[in-house]
């Protein structure tokens, strides 16, 4: 399988935005359900975002501030971050599941790319 490579991390101020982006190394990504986790020092990996073919689900924590999005087929997945806060902060994840379909759950993903950190000053 590709190996998903993120972007677009960095340090921003509260209230500041951000776009990551992802792509697969070699090829375009699959139209597979694709997925933005996140993990904050010391805590577990967290859902943030799903996309599939069209459709997009969002954890409530992100809900009206993020929004993941694809083009089309030939096109990274992205997911801009809006109203950036402190509790933002934290290493994002790009991820491909092997299925259609939202899906949110750390299992339902099997190709992880190595993450992108995202630093919210407040």
């Known amino acids: 399988q590709a190996q998903l490579v993120e972007s677009g991390g960095g340090l921003v101020q509260a209230g500041g935005s951000l776009r990551l982006s992802c792509a697969a190394s070699?090829?375009?990504?699959?139209?597979?359900?694709m997925g933005w986790f996140r993990q904050a020092p010391g805590k577990e990996r967290e859902f943030v975002a799903a996309?599939?073919?069209?459709?997009?689900a969002y954890a409530d924590s992100v809900k009206g501030r993020f929004t993941i999005s694809r083009d089309n087929a030939l096109n990274p997945l992205y997911l801009q971050m809006n109203s950036l806060k402190p509790e933002d902060t934290a290493v994002y994840y790009c991820?491909?599941?092997?299925?259609?379909?939202?899906?949110?759950?750390?299992?339902?993903?099997?190709?992880w790319g190595q993450g992108t950190q995202v630093t919210v000053s407040s």
């Open positions: 070699g090829r375009t990504l699959s139209l597979y359900t």
């Open positions: 991820a491909e599941a092997k299925t259609f379909g939202i899906v949110t759950g750390i299992t339902d993903y099997n190709n």
């Open positions: 996309w599939s073919l069209g459709s997009t």
